[in-house]
Nanobody
Framework: QVQLVESGGGLVQAGGSLRLSCAASGRTFSGYAMGWFRQAPGKERELVIV????????YYADFVKGRFTISRDNAKNTVYLQMNSLKPEDTAVYYC???????????????????WGQGTQVTVSS
């Protein structure tokens, strides 16, 4: 059974930075897409960034380009979300997710993911 555990959330002032981690266990890490999503109160869950852990191919949502980056440590089965220049509108619960079966294209929709972490709260104060 694949398990994902996020950490690193917290409270930060606008303009600050946070780094989230997502540790995966239960299967080989490399080759699958690992995505970061977020969900703010009253809003739908949305994609932030997704990376294929073998190739490093990455897709960024427009609202995070230039501010957020994703990286991975395949030896540790961990992906990281570095968030810089945070804004109050980035406040949300952040989730990492992965697929049961690897696909050719990078998955960008919630329904394309099978395994989810418990989420970590990120709060950005103005």
């Amino acid at each position: 059974q694949v398990q994902l555990v996020e950490s690193g959330g917290g409270l930060v002032q606008a303009g600050g930075s946070l780094r989230l981690s997502c540790a995966a266990s239960g299967r080989t890490f490399s080759g699958y897409a690992m995505g970061w999503f977020r969900q703010a109160p009253g809003k739908e869950r949305e994609l932030v960034i997704v990376m294929r852990t073998s190739s490093g191919d990455t897709y960024y949502a427009d609202f995070v380009k230039g501010r957020f980056t994703i990286s991975r440590d395949n030896a540790k089965n961990t992906v990281y979300l570095q968030m810089n220049s945070l804004k109050p509108e980035d406040t949300a619960v952040y989730y990492c997710a992965t697929q049961r079966v690897a696909t050719y294209s990078l998955p960008t929709a919630v329904h394309e993911y099978d395994y989810w972490g418990q989420g970590t709260q990120v709060t950005v104060s103005s």
